[in-house]
């Protein structure tokens, strides 16, 4: 066994530069991608019919234009019911005519949500909307109840009146501004870093390695095609070594390769991007493990079912690509509204691992979000390896 896993070690010194790609190119893209996005906010797009036009649904606009998360949008009717029922935007929002005058007579105003699902986002635009309308409703007490008593004094023409009371709206919502009730302070319990938290380079440093590892698992157990085609593998199958002997060799030095692949980008990400892999080092390493089972057994039965090297070459980075993509290496699945993609990600193992390492990873969980997904990633492993044995046993 140790003789196959030297020999294995010797050819990847000759051939040491498709590794090293495979090694450099996620770690290119993981800059790439992370910088594109960096200092990115994301604002959920809102489009707004204003049918009332008046001075309170301006103020609406305007006070959620400035909290920040919502990119508003004017629009029609038609256009609002195709951005929402296209997914383009989670909610639209309707302000009906009389929205104005219901504040002004004290009457709780009505709005109009059009929505297709029930989503976090819309709770909390709702909620976001209630407070909004409580402070406008406050705010407009204040400049009615300013300008009457200014009108008992002074006669005032309508640009006057305009002017004192677009003022006297600013000067009181500069107040909630001034006294915010509560500030909130913020802390990952047990991270070893303050801003341990979600950003594109975190979902990059994890997509990438799992995604572009699986390179590194499959070519390097795909050695044996190659083996079999220049006849070193039927001189292997004559030597002293046991079959035993021989698939645990191949096994371990493609589960060696993989894993230090896994490790390098692991330890990059930490040092040079700032991804916390080293928060719960234990329950990364378990995964790490896991999932290198789980890919080299699927190299193994890849190897088992195409006839050459140059086969693999094409089918590979089919297989890779399209499973990656359904796991969530190159977006979070965290925006994906489909269930049926979301459910279709518990079939590929990139979906499990994926999702263990950001539990561990940007939510700072324990190492209990191990157990299901390693335990998965071994099942995987062994039908894997099972199935691509008998292919073996019955080809052989």
């Known amino acids: 066994m140790w003789k196959i896993i030297y020999v294995k070690i010797l050819n990847l010194k000759k051939n040491y530069k498709p590794y090293l790609f495979m090694l450099m190119f996620p770690l290119i893209f993981t800059f790439i991608f992370g910088l594109m996005t960096e200092g990115e906010n994301y604002r959920i797009k ?12 301006r103020w609406l606009l305007e006070e959620l234009d400035k909290i920040g998360s919502y990119q508003i949008n004017l629009t029609d009717r038609e256009k609002l019911s195709n951005l ?18 219901d504040i002004n007579g004290g009457t709780p105003p009505r709005l109009d949500l059009v929505i297709t699902a029930e989503r976090p986002e819309v709770y909390s635009f709702e909620g976001v909307l ?9 705010n407009s007490h204040i400049v009615h109840g300013t300008l009457d008593t200014l009108a008992g004094y002074l006669t005032l023409g309508k640009d006057e009146r305009e002017g004192i009371k677009n003022r006297i ?33 975190t979902q990059s440093s994890v997509g990438f390695a799992i995604a572009f590892s699986m390179f590194t698992f499959i070519f390097a157990i795909g050695e044996i095609l190659e083996e079999k085609e220049n006849g070193v593998w039927n001189r292997i199958n004559i030597s002293p070594l046991s079959k035993f002997q021989i698939y645990t060799g191949n096994l371990l030095y493609a589960c060696a390769v993989g894993f230090i692949q896994l490790l390098i980008m692991a330890f990059v990400g930490d040092r040079v991007f700032g991804v916390d892999w080293g928060g719960n080092i234990g329950g990364v390493l378990a995964i790490f493990a896991a999932f290198t089972f789980c890919i080299v057994s699927l190299g193994l039965l890849m190897s088992s079912v195409i006839k050459n090297r140059h086969q693999l070459q094409v089918i590979a980075p089919v297989v890779v690509v399209s499973t990656s993509m359904i796991g969530g290496c190159y977006w979070p699945l965290e925006i994906v509204s489909s269930r049926m993609l979301i459910a279709a990600s518990k079939f590929v193992p990139q979906g499990w691992a994926v999702k263990a390492l950001k539990d561990l990873i940007v939510y700072n969980r324990g190492f209990e979000v191990v157990y299901l997904p390693a335990a998965v990633l071994i099942l995987m492993g062994v039908v894997f390896l ?10 052989e």
């Open 46 to 57: 809102v489009p707004v019919v204003d049918m009332d036009n008046s001075d309170h649904s």
């Open 84 to 101: 929402v029922s296209e997914n383009t935007s989670p909610v639209g929002l309707i302000i009906p005519e009389n929205f104005g005058e």
């Open 130 to 138: 209630r407070a909004s309308i409580q402070k406008i409703a406050f």
């Open 169 to 201: 709206y600013r000067l009181a919502m500069e107040k909630w501004e001034e006294e915010i009730p509560i500030r909130v302070k913020e802390k990952v319990a047990g991270s070893s870093r303050k801003d341990a938290s979600f950003n594109m380079y």
């Open 386 to 395: 099972g199935t691509a044995l008998q292919i073996r046993e019955k080809g």
